[in-house]
Each structure stands twice: as structure tokens, then as C-alpha cells.
């Protein structure tokens, strides 16, 4: 744990980079002062300018050269056989050389994944990484885990991914003791498939060091009934991108209802306070940055549409892991949990469905 983290960034990945990467910086070292210094991986004619014009960035970065970058269009397989020396793989690889703690793009996200995976390898006890995202409840946020990088979990899976995002919570939004619970159809304990209810036996058999609340359904993501919700890359994806459109509409709806009449219109510059607080609270940029769990070192993902001031988000995200003893906590309970005998652990039988009278 560093009290100046040390954050490596691809430069040139995102639509709108390097620009919003650039004023990404600057923003961040606005809102939480020189906590960090960053190495930017990318082309230095592109970089040099925007530095120059923007001091508050160009203090507290370096630029680490290089003419070649992965496109957004490319196929994860194809950018890793041509990836290397690349600004995306620069700077996951100045984590793996111990320059940086953490790094940041906003890349394409499959070959993020490929190329962080061959960097940094796979912490012990993990057998696959995550991907977590947060999500805006009434009360803070609630991590959820995984939003896309694997399709199928076995049990053992979804516990490793519970162990992480607990940590991963505790260190990015500041819950001492953050609760868990597993996606699921309803929160009885003989509901849903085997895999979800193995993974609640494993983990009370593990006897991990782990807040666990049970199941949890889900509305109760927004609702923030727990800090944690774990589930496959399938289905947290699906909700991901649900809530994403929901967010949209709900936010299109209520435009529209403003602008309806005259009266309308003087209501909302009477509340326009109050809209702008609804506005800042829903506006996916204070969410901005997934982060992929279960390597041997830290990488921050943003969306890759974002502009500098989502882009200081992720950056954020990533100086409280550097900050954090988020790898130390999670080895811990992984050991726990590598402890436990191989194989699925046992589950009640799944409830018939009752005959129709």
C-alpha cells in the first residue's frame, strides 16, 4: 500500500481518447489532490500538446512512448498476437515490472482481458478472473460480480468472486464489513439451480471470513439490501446492461414530462437544484470503471465511450485498490477456501414444481 499511488494508463484507448484520458488526470487531481502520479503509455505527438495545454495534468504525468495501440473493432485473439509493445499492453505490464500499482484503459475490453491475463496471470487459489461493477443504491453503492468475463461459474467460482468483491467493496467504498449475497430467483434456501446452491454451502462450510446474507433477488441490486451481489458474467451482464437502458429511459421520461407544457417547464426551473442532484446521482459517470479481479496485480476498465470526467472516475477506483490491502484480504480467504475438499459442495434437492389442479 502506497500513500502516492503509482497508476499506469493506455493512452490511446477509448473513443475519445487521449483527450478525455488527459483531462481525466486533471479532474481526478482536482478531486483528491496529489494522491497519484501516472504513466501515460501512447503516441508522444498526440500526448506532448494536451499536457502542455493542460498544467494540472502535466505535472503529475509521464509519458512512456509508443506509436502503436489496440483498436477498438480488433478481436481479443488477434490483439493479443500483435499487441505487444502496445500502449494497452505497456501499461499493464509496468504493474507486472512493479513501476505502477494499478492500470487504467478504456480499450477494447476483451483484448484488456487476454492481455492482462497473459501479463499478470492468475492470482493463487483463482481460477478464473471477474469483472465488478458498481452499481448507485439509496445508500452508497452495491458491487456486483461478475458483469461479463465468464458465461458459466462451477460453486467454487462464485465463492472466489464473493471473496473478491467483498475486499474489493471494502477498499474502493469504504464498508468495513461489507454484506454478500448470491443472485438468485428468490431468497428461500431451496431455490434456484444447483450451482447457486452449492456455492451457499461452500461458503458456510468454508467458514470464511465473509459477512454472507444469503440470497438476494434482483431488485435488490438498487435497492442495496447487500454491498455484494455475486453471480455468473451471463446474467450479470444482462442486468448491467438492463439497469444501463433503464437509467436512460427513466431519464428520457422524465425530460420529456419537463418539457411537456409551460407549466411544466416553470416547475423545472423552480427545482432545477434538486433535478441537477437527480441528474449527478444518475448519470453513469460517477459509476464509471469496472475492475477485473483474480490477477496478480490490478486493471481498471472504462466504458470506452466515456469522457474525462468518467475517465477520473475509473482513475479514482483505481487509487483506492492501489491503496487498499485489497490483495492481501482476499489471499486470505482464498487459502480458506482452497482448504475445503475438490468438487461441488452438496445441495438439497431443487423443489418440484406443484401440479396443476
Same mark, same amino acid.
Given at each position: 500500500?502506497?500513500?502516492?499511488?503509482?497508476?499506469?494508463?493506455?493512452?490511446?484507448?477509448?473513443?475519445?481518447?487521449?483527450?478525455?484520458?488527459?483531462?481525466?488526470?486533471?479532474?481526478?487531481?482536482?478531486?483528491?489532490?496529489?494522491?497519484?502520479?501516472?504513466?501515460?503509455?501512447?503516441?508522444?505527438?498526440?500526448?506532448?500538446?494536451?499536457?502542455?495545454?493542460?498544467?494540472?495534468?502535466?505535472?503529475?504525468?509521464?509519458?512512456?512512448?509508443?506509436?502503436?495501440?489496440?483498436?477498438?473493432?480488433?478481436?481479443?485473439?488477434?490483439?493479443?498476437?500483435?499487441?505487444?509493445?502496445?500502449?494497452?499492453? $505497456?501499461?499493464?505490464?509496468?504493474?507486472?515490472?512493479?513501476?505502477?500499482?494499478?492500470?487504467?484503459?478504456?480499450?477494447?475490453?476483451?483484448?484488456?482481458?487476454?492481455? %492482462?491475463?497473459?501479463?499478470?496471470?492468475?492470482?493463487?487459489?483463482?481460477?478464473?478472473?471477474?469483472?465488478?461493477?458498481?452499481?448507485?443504491?439509496?445508500?452508497?453503492?452495491?458491487?456486483?460480480?461478475?458483469?461479463?468475463? *465468464?458465461?458459466?461459474?462451477?460453486?467454487?467460482?462464485?465463492?472466489?468472486?464473493?471473496?473478491?468483491?467483498?475486499?474489493?467493496?471494502?477498499?474502493?467504498?469504504?464498508?468495513?464489513?461489507?454484506?454478500?449475497?448470491?443472485? *438468485?430467483?428468490?431468497?428461500?434456501?431451496?431455490?434456484?439451480?444447483?450451482?447457486?446452491?452449492?456455492?451457499?454451502?461452500?461458503?458456510?462450510?468454508?467458514?470464511?471470513?465473509?459477512?454472507?446474507?444469503?440470497?438476494?433477488?434482483?431488485?435488490?441490486?438498487?435497492?442495496?439490501?447487500?454491498?455484494?451481489?455475486?453471480?455468473?458474467?451471463?446474467?450479470? $451482464?444482462?442486468?448491467?446492461?438492463?439497469?444501463?437502458?433503464?437509467?436512460?429511459?427513466?431519464?428520457?421520461?422524465?425530460?420529456?414530462?419537463?418539457?411537456?407544457?409551460?407549466?411544466?417547464?416553470?416547475?423545472?426551473?423552480?427545482?432545477?437544484?434538486?433535478?441537477?442532484?437527480?441528474?449527478?446521482?444518475?448519470?453513469?459517470?460517477?459509476?464509471?470503471?469496472?475492475?477485473?479481479?483474480?490477477?496478480?496485480?490490478?486493471?481498471?476498465? %472504462?466504458?470506452?465511450?466515456?469522457?474525462?470526467?468518467?475517465?477520473?472516475?475509473?482513475?479514482?477506483?483505481?487509487?483506492?485498490?492501489?491503496?487498499?490491502?485489497?490483495?492481501?484480504?482476499?489471499?486470505? *480467504?482464498?487459502?480458506?477456501?482452497?482448504?475445503?475438499?475438490?468438487?461441488?459442495?452438496?445441495?438439497?434437492?431443487?423443489?418440484?414444481?406443484?401440479?396443476? %389442479?
Amino acid at each position: 500500500m502506497h500513500s502516492i499511488a503509482k497508476i499506469s494508463i493506455d493512452a490511446m484507448g477509448g473513443d475519445a481518447a487521449p483527450g478525455c484520458v488527459v483531462e481525466g488526470v486533471a479532474e481526478v487531481r482536482r478531486r483528491m489532490g496529489d494522491t497519484a502520479r501516472f504513466l501515460l503509455h501512447g503516441d508522444q505527438a498526440e500526448l506532448a500538446p494536451l499536457l502542455e495545454a493542460t498544467p494540472a495534468a502535466a505535472e503529475v504525468c509521464e509519458i512512456r512512448h509508443t506509436a502503436t495501440y489496440v483498436s477498438m473493432g480488433d478481436k481479443p485473439s488477434d490483439a493479443l498476437r500483435r499487441s505487444r509493445g502496445s500502449s494497452m499492453w $505497456n501499461a499493464v505490464a509496468a504493474v507486472k515490472d512493479g513501476e505502477a500499482d494499478v492500470a487504467v484503459s478504456a480499450g477494447n475490453t476483451g483484448a484488456l482481458m487476454a492481455i %492482462s491475463k497473459v501479463v499478470l496471470r492468475m492470482m493463487r487459489n483463482v481460477h478464473r478472473p471477474a469483472i465488478a461493477a458498481s452499481w448507485p443504491t439509496p445508500d452508497g453503492h452495491c458491487v456486483v460480480l461478475d458483469v461479463g468475463a *465468464n458465461v458459466d461459474c462451477a460453486p467454487r467460482q462464485l465463492v472466489e468472486f464473493a471473496i473478491m468483491g467483498e475486499a474489493f467493496h471494502r477498499a474502493v467504498h469504504g464498508q468495513a464489513r461489507p454484506a454478500v449475497g448470491l443472485l *438468485n430467483v428468490g431468497t428461500e434456501e431451496l431455490k434456484g439451480n444447483e450451482v447457486v446452491r452449492a456455492a451457499a454451502q461452500l461458503i458456510k462450510d468454508a467458514k470464511l471470513d465473509l459477512n454472507y446474507a444469503g440470497f438476494v433477488e434482483g431488485d435488490d441490486i438498487s435497492l442495496g439490501r447487500v454491498d455484494v451481489v455475486v453471480t455468473d458474467g451471463f446474467t450479470g $451482464n444482462v442486468a448491467l446492461k438492463t439497469a444501463e437502458g433503464t437509467a436512460k429511459l427513466v431519464a428520457g421520461f422524465l425530460r420529456d414530462a419537463l418539457k411537456s407544457d409551460p407549466m411544466a417547464m416553470a416547475g423545472a426551473m423552480l427545482g432545477r437544484g434538486a433535478l441537477k442532484r437527480l441528474k449527478d446521482r444518475m448519470d453513469p459517470r460517477s459509476v464509471n470503471g469496472g475492475v477485473f479481479l483474480g490477477l496478480n496485480g490490478a486493471v481498471v476498465k %472504462s466504458h470506452g465511450g466515456t469522457d474525462g470526467v468518467g475517465f477520473a472516475t475509473a482513475l479514482r477506483i483505481a487509487i483506492e485498490m492501489a491503496r487498499s490491502d485489497f490483495r492481501d484480504e482476499v489471499g486470505k *480467504n482464498l487459502q480458506r477456501l482452497a482448504d475445503q475438499p475438490d468438487g461441488a459442495a452438496p445441495v438439497a434437492p431443487a423443489p418440484q414444481p406443484a401440479e396443476a %389442479s
